[in-house]
């Protein structure tokens, strides 16, 4: 895992949830260096109540050790539940799971279903944070993708994995298609005519490299992959995001040019103005009424999440009339997008649990969350949770989250404001998340 270059120096320079608490919970007040000086290894999916080895050592030497005490953190916060002017964030709640012995190592459990982090501290040293899994094993056969989000022309891993109790037969080497919502095939790879055995706990994985049959780069959208067995058939949906895939090639500044339908959208403004006129000739914004488009007026988070699928060319769920979440029904404008959303991953219901409030403001660090995962990059973000960035008020950015700033400031698409702050719980702008939406997304 790559150590994260944050200049606290060149930010400053930058233009511009409750956590439910676990057994044994106590406040940890975390702060962490750019640079770890521990790290972690652990099994990334675990049973509850099942015993596993959590090792600690040195990440220079790779020595054990001894001593370091072990907490575990939920990997998701609930986002504020009202206007986030009026939000005061919680502090973070731990558990602590252990010491450990002269090997580094300590043996524990985790009682709960749930995804977490793990992070080891000695002497106010703290180690890299390391996601961990905590579910059932279902028992049954799952057929499912790596992850559910990926950027354009990165490896799709498939794995069929049988946990039931009886053998598994695939009658070719490679016994699996791709397809599109629609049904039309994408994909087959050539197989052999070779009997493949999966006996149980056993599996087996397959990579594709979204090319079509012709050899071509996938268009972005929705994918299915369908797989044949001698129990059934399985399927696993995932989507191609069409957002940028190289943090290098940065987006030039647009002009403003062509036909101007806001009154309210002069030029005046060079940072968004341009932004917003290529997003609207471009179908991914809409004005707020009439020939306005009010640049610096709050959005809220529906507005926002339409945006991001929209310049993703992640196509929204057709109503099949079920409530993604509480607050959203399938009369609301946006349910189609949060229906998608949620089903890849964009939106998790740990951190709306009570609803997701479609027409709340949006904060910056919300839409940092939400762009960071339609980027197929949250597993970057969790790589570098806990990450010291540099802003003066990295204490009001959850550690757990810090890493999806992070990747956002990597890749040019946000920044701080000129007294080195990034400002987490501040609403955003139209203008300022026009500006996002254009950063992040893949220009012809």
């Avoid at 010491?99 to 580094?104: A, F, H």
């Avoid at 009439?290 to 640049?295: E, H, K, M, T, Y």
């Avoid at 960035?389 to 810090?402: A, E, N």
């Amino acid at each position: 895992m790559r150590k994260f270059p944050i200049i606290a120096a060149c930010l400053a320079l930058c233009l511009a949830m409750v956590l439910p608490a676990v057994a044994a919970a106590e406040p940890l007040k975390l702060q962490t260096r750019a640079a770890w000086t521990m790290e972690i290894t652990a099994p990334t999916e675990v049973k509850p109540n099942q015993k596993f080895t959590i090792k600690v050592t040195d990440a220079k030497d790779d020595t054990p050790v001894q001593g370091a005490t072990i907490y575990l953190m939920l990997r998701y916060q609930q986002f504020h539940p009202g206007p986030a002017q009026n939000y005061i964030r919680p502090g973070l709640t731990t558990t602590k799971l252990g010491v450990t012995d002269k090997n580094g190592e300590l043996k524990t459990s985790i009682p709960d279903e749930g995804m977490y982090f793990l992070v080891a501290e000695k002497d106010d040293v703290y180690s890299k944070f390391f996601p961990i899994t905590v579910a059932e094993f279902s028992g049954e056969i799952t057929f499912s993708a790596s992850k559910q989000v990926f950027n354009r022309g990165e490896k799709v891993f498939l794995t069929l994995k049988n946990d039931s109790d009886s053998d598994l037969t695939l009658n070719y080497g490679a016994p699996w298609e791709i397809t599109r919502p629609n049904g039309i095939k994408i994909y087959e790879p050539i197989s052999t005519q070779a009997l493949i055995t999966l006996e149980p706990g056993e599996e087996k994985t397959w990579t594709w490299d979204q090319k079509d049959q012709d050899g071509n780069q996938v268009k972005p959208g929705v994918y299915i992959a369908t797989i044949e067995t001698s129990a059934g058939s399985f399927t696993t949906k995932f989507c191609v995001s069409g957002l940028r895939a190289d943090k290098s090639k940065r987006n030039p500044e647009p002009r403003m040019e062509g036909k101007n339908p806001f009154r309210d959208v002069t030029g005046k403004a060079i940072w968004g103005d341009p932004h917003i006129l290529h997003l609207y000739r471009k179908g991914i914004l809409e004005g707020k009424n009439g020939d306005r488009f009010d640049p610096d007026g709050t959005l809220t988070r529906a507005e926002f999440l339409a945006m991001l699928m929209r310049a993703a060319g992640i196509e929204p769920e057709p109503n099949e009339g079920e409530d993604v979440f509480p607050d959203v029904s399938p009369n609301h404008w946006a349910y189609t997008y949060v229906y998608r959303a949620r089903e890849m991953g964009i939106l998790t219901p740990e951190e709306y649990p009570k609803g997701f409030g479609p027409d709340i403001p949006i904060t910056r660090l919300e839409m940092c969350v939400m762009t960071v995962r339609a980027l197929g990059l949250e597993d970057e973000a969790a790589e570098n949770a806990g990450i010291e960035l540099g802003f003066d008020d990295d204490d009001d950015i959850p550690l757990i989250y810090r890493g999806h700033v992070a990747v956002m400031v990597d890749w040019g698409v946000i920044t701080g404001y000129p007294d080195n702050t990034f400002r987490p719980n501040r609403t955003a702008t139209r203008r300022e998340a026009a500006v996002i939406i254009y950063r992040v997304m893949e220009e012809d």
